[in-house]
């Protein structure tokens, strides 16, 4: 398989940008927020020696952006910029379809 590096995607009814950053080894995402789009950033250092990390980084932030959109993530309280993730098989179940159908836009 070939890594696509798409520019922008759409997730339930938000564009996000994606970039690819080769100075940084993980990942963010954020919704639209004042003046800025919507942004996946996607941490490329790893690329050569690890594209399985790629991957890695590409599905952990296609689905905690998928388990916002399905209302499963949640904030914690006791740690900064810290969530939990709540489901039964029903949302796994959808989070799953819906994360299929974005990561064939990555590879080909």
């Known amino acids: ?25 993980g990942g963010s995402f954020h919704y639209p927020r004042k003046n800025e789009k919507a942004e996946i950033v996607i941490g490329m250092i790893e690329e050569k020696i690890n594209p399985i990390g790629i991957l890695n980084i590409i599905i952990h932030e296609l689905k905690e952006i998928i388990q916002v959109e399905q209302r499963t993530r949640y904030d914690r309280q006791d740690e900064y910029k810290a969530y939990e993730f709540h489901y039964t098989h029903k949302e796994h179940t959808d989070l799953c379809s819906r994360l299929a159908g974005l990561l064939v836009q990555f590879y080909k």
Request: no cysteine; charged share 40%.
């Open 1 to 25: 398989m070939k890594l696509i590096k798409i520019k922008k995607i759409v997730i339930g009814d938000t564009e996000f940008q994606v970039k690819w950053d080769r100075k940084i080894g």
